[in-house]
Antibody, heavy 117, light 107 residues
């Protein structure tokens, strides 16, 4: 059964770059899209973007200018970079697959990222 | 972008009640609608995919219906562990979008 485990820095200063990585364990990496999602304190879920094993990406237009999602197939992991962070980027960040028609839906444990001077 | 609108934003209910949450898409999303349950401080849990298919281990009191633009999540008999926030999410197109959430609280 596929499990996602994520890691990265949890405290950033304004203007720094957020960097998170998500490892995929116990299943196939190919054939799926791997997502990043965030949730600001007390708020709903916001999709950041996705990538597949070939490196094909799609980003939320609201974040596109600051976001890069990359994949490392040799390590079976994918990563998120978000540049020029502000307090508005404070959130729990999740890596996940999101089911389309096949029910493959797995989430990482979440990483709380706080942006504060 | 496809906008997802849930109603109500919150509801109060008692154990044993039948609860229905509605999710409306701003355009046709066929059957590509997922439902999630989230409890405070926890990772969202997938309940239903492709409008009506229960994920493994999800109790049968949960059901999903609809197609096109209008969808519902129904809990046939609310249990104590069902008090939570519920989100719909469309997987028809990018960017993927979520509803704003429906908080089911104790009456």
């Amino acid at each position: 059964q596929v499990q996602l485990q994520q890691w990265g820095a949890g405290l950033l200063k304004p203007s720094e770059t957020l960097s998170l990585t998500c490892g995929v364990y116990g299943g196939s990496f190919g054939g799926y899209y791997w997502n990043w999602i965030r949730q600001s304190p007390g708020k709903g879920l916001e999709w950041i973007g996705e990538i597949n094993y070939l490196g094909t990406t799609s980003y939320n237009p609201s974040l596109k200018s600051r976001v890069t999602i990359s994949v490392d197939t040799s390590k079976i992991q994918f990563s998120l970079k978000l540049t020029s962070v502000t307090a508005a980027d404070t959130a729990v960040y999740y890596c996940a697959t999101l089911a389309v028609a096949d029910g493959f839906d797995v989430w990482g444990q979440g990483t709380m990222v706080t942006v504060s001077s | 972008d496809i906008q997802m609108t849930q109603s109500p934003s919150s509801l109060s209910a008692s154990v044993g009640d039948r609860v229905t949450i509605t999710c409306r898409a701003s355009q046709n999303i066929s059957r590509y609608l997922n439902w999630y349950q989230q409890k405070p401080g926890k990772v969202p849990k997938a309940l239903i995919y492709a409008k009506s298919n229960l994920h493994g281990g999800v109790p049968s009191r949960f059901s999903g219906r609809g197609s096109g633009t209008d969808f519902t999540l129904t809990i046939s008999s609310l249990q104590p562990e069902d008090f939570a926030t519920y989100y719909c999410q469309q997987s028809y197109g990018n960017p993927r979008t979520f509803g704003q959430g429906t908080n089911v609280e104790v009456k």
